[in-house]
């Protein structure tokens, strides 16, 4: 498109006073605009050509009213520069603008130096330069209609049939592309499955003993009480399903949060059977299935019932929390109730990430990530257990970014002070329980390997290792 002088310059807004002369009524409405703070200092204003257009009125008149400005100091005009608000024109009171008089800023808190809580992948990892060719790709082949409100409430189709590939061929999973539902991320589809939970009128969901509180938080503040299942080195006691009242179970069955285990297949196969005969739901949260390090991937729970596993992904681990992009793979059964959550339209995620995560993974470029990141990862977890060698038992590490340190009894509490003298943020195993699951008290760190970004990485280990005993 060329530029013409309707295009070119900026906007600007200005509230002509009736009743005066056309240049005092302009000089006077952009006095006002600085002195208010409406118009920061440092602000460029259009050139008096593109603004007279817009005024509709003779060129001169506003380079007459920017000349009178200038004269009195509330603009400056530079070769070069154009017309500027002036750095000295200060706000009477505060306005919106960013010349408005600074409110207090609060204190900067600095958090640890290093970082090996879980959580989050190495955010220095972002293919950034990928992810934007695959953008440029997704946004010059989107058609006009993919701007428009989305109607279908499950999201692009573009996306969903991506996904259906890459899931079935990496994890395992019955995915046809009609039965993904796009969320932000797997705390939005937890929460959509929640309100499909209690609208079947459910009150209770099994959860691992050992989990994510927030997850729990978030199903309880829903209506919906957490029963914890005792969690042991074959995973989450499934076995204890049908003595509870659950109308759910929400499970990590590749790589057990925190503890590290992966759901050995009677487990599975207990959760699988307590659903066909009780009509419950197994929810399966696959968060850093990719990550998988010693053999062979383990599949997703939902291959072994499609119609009783609502399978959720998400791209947190694998690209980027701030991505806010999961999915959820629902039973033909269910897809109408979680759509009724989800409402009428796709809202959650926006178009333009969701061609771009399509292109990406159709590319190929998903797959090179997965596996760039997973060496990187899995350099890691070596480095960490070599680091750490003989002074503590390391476990959980077939998978994911996290380890499981179990310490010396009565060594926690000198290991956290530690770690704070060295400025390292670590977390205790125990910080994860449930309230009421009553696990037997063990002394153990849940450590992020993949959260440090590659700077820190070296320090970081070196921290732990000194908070050792
Ligand atoms: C156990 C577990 N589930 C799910 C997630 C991902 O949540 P989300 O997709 O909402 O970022 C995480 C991320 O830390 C996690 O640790």
Redesign the pocket.
């Known amino acids: 498109m060329t530029e013409s002088r309707a295009t070119s310059g900026a906007d600007l807004h200005l509230e002509l006073s009736a009743g005066r002369g056309l240049r005092a009524g302009l000089a006077e409405a952009l006095r006002e605009a600085a002195r208010s703070g409406r118009l920061a200092p440092g602000t460029r204003l259009p050139s008096s050509r593109s603004l007279a257009a817009d005024l509709g009125v003779a060129r001169n008149t506003v380079a007459e009213a920017y000349a009178e400005l200038v004269a009195e100091g509330w603009l400056t005009a530079r070769q070069g520069s154009g017309t500027r608000v002036a750095e000295r024109a200060r706000p009477r009171r505060p306005g919106p603008g960013a010349g408005a008089a600074a409110p207090p800023r609060p204190p900067v808190r600095r958090g640890p130096a290093y970082d090996l809580t879980a ?1 989050s992948p190495d955010l220095g990892g972002f293919p950034r330069a990928a992810w934007l060719a695959a953008a440029r790709r997704a946004l010059a082949a989107a058609p006009n209609e993919a701007f428009g409100y989305a109607a279908d409430p499950r999201g692009r189709t573009e996306l969903r049939e991506a996904l259906a590939g890459y899931l079935a061929r990496a994890r395992g999973v019955y995915a046809d592309p009609g039965r993904i539902v796009l969320c932000a ?4 589809g937890l929460a959509l499955l929640a309100k499909v939970l209690r609208a079947r009128r459910v009150r209770e969901v099994a959860v691992e003993g050992y989990g ?1 509180a927030v997850h729990r938080g978030l199903l309880e503040r829903r209506g919906l009480r957490t029963v914890p299942l005792p969690v042991d080195a074959a995973g989450a006691c499934t076995t204890r399903l049908p003595g509870l009242a659950a109308g759910a179970v929400l499970l ?1 069955p590749a790589h057990q ?1 925190p503890t590290g285990v992966a759901l050995t297949p009677g487990r599975r196969a207990a959760a699988v059977d307590w659903a066909r005969t009780t009509g419950g739901l197994v929810v399966e ?1 696959d ?1 850093d299935g990719e990550f998988r390090y010693d053999r062979q991937p383990v599949g997703a729970l939902q291959g072994l019932d499609p119609d009783r596993v609502v399978y959720l992904g ?1 791209a ?2 694998s690209l980027a ?1 701030g991505l806010r992009m ?1 999915w959820m793979v629902v039973p033909a059964g269910v897809l109408d109730e979680v759509l009724a959550a989800k409402g009428p339209a796709e809202l959650a995620s926006g178009v333009l990430d969701q061609l771009t995560l399509a292109e990406f993974i159709r590319s190929g470029a998903y797959d090179r990530h997965v596996r760039g990141m997973r060496q990187r990862y899995r350099r890691r977890r070596d480095e960490l257990v070599a680091a750490v060698a003989g002074r503590v038992a390391v476990s959980g590490i077939a998978a994911g970014l996290h380890a499981v340190l179990d310490l010396p009894e009565g060594s926690q509490e000198g290991v956290l002070r530690a770690a704070a003298w060295h400025d390292l943020a670590l977390e205790p195993l125990s910080r994860h329980a449930h309230p009421d699951a009553g696990l037997p008290p063990r002394e153990a760190l849940v450590v992020g390997y993949g959260t440090p970004p590659p700077s820190a990485w070296s320090p970081s280990l070196a921290a732990l290792a000194a908070s050792l005993p």
Not at 185 to 188: D, M
Request: aromatic share 20%.
């Open positions: 959580g991320g797997f705390t939005h994510l990590t949060f949260d968060y998400t947190s681990k929390p999961g």
